[in-house]
């Protein structure tokens, strides 16, 4: 079965770019905001778009997407609005992939057959779930490959030769390259280790590869030498947290985060009704604050994490 991710990266390689997948956290800051910021991102330039689940216990995360996570919580947003999000972007755009990301307690409280019904219903087309290891494929990896839907794993800095084609097994849609060890967003990653382990990874699989991770901290050397390797069709990638955490200021991370570049503060400012010329801060009003640094052009990170028995 192919599907709409299948569909986008096959007419990118068309075209001979490289994808941007996007990462917005559902219901940060409110579910209606939330809405119109990923109703906008396609014509900002977004090829692909993860929203996160919110979760309480986010592990893998850094303080960026921690702090949206919570703000989401905070709002009311379930797994359930979740997928009500989707469905509202689903009635304006048939077209553009959406991936849910996030981490396996929520779906296991909601149930997996309840949640795949749900969720293809609504028009999800993939799922990345972080604590989820292909020795878990039977619990939902599996099921949701038989239910038609794509199921991107993450390949690691640490994931060596031997270790490899366990996580690719049952992968599809696009591999998901995690450029750092460590939380979203904490480091800056070497471009030249990534453009080797993104080549160790393709004799291994035909899959498209997005990196992500650790785009946010990239300097321009860095940017210069991820450019020429989209270019030369080495990388696939996209964004999220994208800047450092600003715990107690206007201008927090988060959301915003995911519309910076290829144009998204624009995006986001249209979407919010904001004056032109003025940025955005995390709860939706127009507003000053200091500048982000500035994006590794594609590279992209998220996430948003679980603790037993918690939403």
């Known amino acids: 079965m192919t599907t709409r991710i299948d569909r986008r990266f096959a007419d990118l390689k068309k ?20 809405l119109a910021i990923i109703s906008a991102l396609p014509k900002a330039g977004a090829d692909v778009i993860e929203i996160g689940m919110p979760f309480s216990d986010p592990m893998s995360d850094g303080p960026t997407i921690q702090a949206a996570g919570m703000r989401a919580l905070k709002s009311g947003t379930t797994l359930r609005k979740t997928l009500e999000l989707v469905r509202g972007f689903r009635k304006t755009d048939q077209q553009t992939p959406v991936v849910l990301m996030g981490y396996y307690n929520p779906i296991y409280v909601h149930g997996v057959e309840r949640f795949l019904s749900d969720a293809i219903g609504a028009g999800v087309d993939g799922l990345i779930v972080v604590d989820l290891p292909p020795e878990e494929d039977d619990e939902l990896c599996k099921p949701a490959l038989k239910a038609g839907m794509n199921f991107i794993r993450l390949a690691t800095p640490t994931t060596d030769d031997k270790r490899l084609p366990t996580v690719l097994q049952n992968t599809s849609g696009f591999v998901y390259y995690v450029s750092i060890t460590g939380i979203t967003g904490a480091a ?23 990196v992500g991770f650790g785009g946010a901290r990239c300097g321009a050397r860095a940017r210069h030498r991820a450019r ?8 696939g990638a996209g964004r999220g947290s994208g800047q450092e955490p600003r715990q107690g200021r206007q201008g927090h991370a988060g959301n915003r985060a995911g519309c910076r570049g290829a144009g998204f503060e624009p995006c986001r400012r249209r979407a919010l009704g904001a004056p032109a010329g003025r940025r955005i801060n995390q709860t939706g009003r127009s507003g000053l604050t200091r500048p982000l640094p500035a994006p590794c052009d594609r590279l992209f990170a998220s996430r948003a994490a679980p603790g037993p028995g918690r939403q």
Request: glycine share 8%.
């Open 228 to 235: 020429r390797g989209w270019r030369r069709g080495r990388l």
């Open 15 to 34: 075209d001979g770019r490289a994808a941007l997948v996007t990462f917005l956290m559902a219901g940060d800051p409110d579910p209606e905001s939330s």
């Open 188 to 210: 800056a990653p070497d471009a030249d280790r990534v453009a080797q382990a993104v080549a160790r990874i393709k004799r291994h699989t035909d899959l498209p590869i997005a």
